[in-house]
């Protein structure tokens, strides 16, 4: 009986909460109340946002739907994935191309879409490179890499790939520094202040292409870059790095380190580099680093060697880079949405400095200076200070922005989400997260007019959120309504590979954006290209037999194969000759030691096989294409070397 | 016990539909298909849009012949021989033109409502793709077609 009166009244309980849903005034409770009914997007339905998610340690990029936080599709970028022959077909090899030869693997920490005037714009959306060195352009079209570009006097590639207002640079400051490539690296390591240096590349983009350039860099005192954000409105033409181990230590940096009360924030005018570069000021320095692209028409990436950047020091230049003292070990470097205030997250301080642009350019403007640090110009802490916000909590990392003036920075060892206001710096609310935020992200979050209503937590430890699956957890993710005046968690997310930095868009910028559904078979100018089944074929020359194969619902053509011999290269040009949104081919053979091709329609790719005995070795296709798809398989004879089976191929089509 | 629950169920369902106005469904009301016209299929073509001269436009069926090479000849037969799809041997007598270009460039809606394609789909059992053919690339299959059905 208690019971019963219990779920009556329950009822009536979601009976005033609904009500009051549909108006919001108060979502100070909605954890408890109407938190499904934020994040529920029913069947057919679309989420309200893209969230474009790096992926850590796995390389790629994942990108969800917001609020519902389901997972609409991975990106390769820097990685290798057999599941999308990334890597693997002959045209994707190139795209992992490096100075170091091919690299399969990457780990990616931060994402930046491209904006037009400060505001999204919904074209491209960039990645960086950790461990070797690289920036990502994907094509928000395709939803594929579209260019990779390696860093030459690299390494750590962490401030990466932050972008100014109109997308004019990408830009890469080097987490370790390292002696410059063109000298002699094979030093003593406790020669760290001598030798290491750190650089800042500045990577043009062009402006209707994309196109990416190392338009030129910047060495700087071998100190660790970490993050940086570009100045916007009143800022724009500036740049904002956070710097650590100002010590310049070489060993037990979590020691060594973090002596100093202050490290810095680095603000660098690139405006005025920009000038110093067209007047020829730069010096070239030999070097080598891979640039690589991928045509939507030829379906191949090309890759190429390129071996020299113009380099400015910033020694040499008063005017280009200032340091500006900030507690403590800074982490974050985030710029507010009007480009007045920089926010440096130093993660052993007890307090979060907040720096005026406008300040700092009276600091310059008086030379109200600290000495210098190797020949930079330090500003005083207090001449560039806007406030501290005291008392934040325990360890500040990242700080997004809403568009209502208020700043929300993840703690990263008291496990919250702080929001406080910029101009007065008061405190005004506090979430906890579970557990240990990293990242935040507040769709639009660094845009000169933020979209707000959700945040986004990146959480590095997930512990008891999710059913448990052995040692290793799957990454967690936290969606907080932002709406209100009290930040209120709404849904547990799990991610793939270690989530870091990301950003998110409203879903109509991206899909009105002219999302490419097939790619036109005219168009195709692959040079294995067979545009219809009569074109189909097989040529040998020499050991490399060539098969010109087409795919359609729901046969290859051809698809029996004989007269190939041990000794030999295979190579399956397989071109998808449908022409309709979602009917990609997969094609897989047998033994073959890389991976499936997924192929799209209208488009040609090539599965390099190098058969290892003699025998029958069928090939299929992968992606349930129709109801025969099942029959949708040929084979392939391999014969010894030096038989004398000719080379034949056929459909078998009746006669 | 039971009968409260449902209560509670009831007034809980009632709270959902009053505090979200409802369902405000945009999905269009299918066409019955008893306004679907057989001999016409279903597109933007029809007897005023479509004509086809007595003799043969040959420039038109040699570009048609392209592309049913690029988009078409993978399942279809010149012959009157099913391959995946239907032999195109005198389809141009079987179909008139306006039901042949519907065809071609809108087929998932005819699937679902021609009653001869559904015969032909049961035999089939694969759905004709969309190739994306435009309306000139369309034509010129059509006059193809009637190439193949030894109009000169």
Known sequence: MNKSIGLISLSALALVVMLGSCRPKNTANAVSGDAASKVYVAPGKFDELYNFVSGGFSGQMSVYGLPSGRLLRVIPIFSVDPEKGWGYSEETKPMLNTSHGFVPWDDLHHVQLSKTNGEQDGRWVFGNANNTPRVARIDLKTFRTAEIIELPNSAGNHSSPFITENTEYVVAGTRFSVPPDDVNGDVAISSYKKNFKGTLSFISVGKEDGKMDIAFQIQCPGVNFDLSRAGKGKSHGWFFFSCYNTEQANTLLEVNASQKDKDFVMAVNWKKAEEYIKAGKGKKQAVRYAHNTYSDITHSATSEIKTEVTVLDSKEFADICYFIPCPKSPHGCDVDPTGEYIVGSGKLAALIPVFSFDKIQKAIADKAYDGDYEGIPVIKYEAALYGEVKKPGLGPLHTEFDAKGNAYTSMFVSSEIVKWNIKDLKVLDRAPTYYSVGHLCVPGGDAKTPYGKYLIAYNKITKDRYLPTGPELAQSAQLYDISGDKMQMILDFPTIGEPHYAQAAPADLIRNNGQVKIFKIEDNKHPYVTKGESDSKVVREGNKVHVYMTAIRSHFSPDNIEGVKMGDEVYFHITNLEQDWDVPHGFAVKGASNAELLIMPGETSTLKWTPDKVGMFPIYCTDFCSALHQEMQGYVRVSPAGSNVPLTFSLNKPE | ?152
Not at chain 2, 98 to 109: A, K, L, R, V, Y
């Open chain 2, 1 to 152: 016990m039971k009968k409260n629950i449902s209560i509670a169920i009831i007034i809980l369902g009632a709270s959902l539909l009053y505090a979200c106005g409802g369902s405000t469904s945009t999905t269009p009301a299918t066409t019955s298909t008893s306004s679907y016209d057989p001999n016409r299929g279903e597109g933007k073509f029809n007897q005023e849009n479509v004509t086809v001269a007595a003799t043969l436009d040959a420039t038109m069926a040699t570009t048609g012949e392209a592309i049913a090479g690029t988009k078409c000849t993978s399942c279809h037969k010149l012959t009157g021989e099913k391959l995946v799809g239907p032999g195109w041997k005198a389809v141009t007598e079987r179909r008139r033109p306006e039901w042949i270009m519907n065809f071609i460039t809108n087929p998932d809606p005819m699937i679902d409502k021609d009653p001869a394609v559904q015969a032909s789909l049961e035999l089939c059992l694969v759905r004709m793709p969309n190739q994306s053919l435009s309306d000139v690339d369309a034509r010129n299959v059509l006059e193809f077609m009637r190439k193949n059905d030894g109009i000169k």
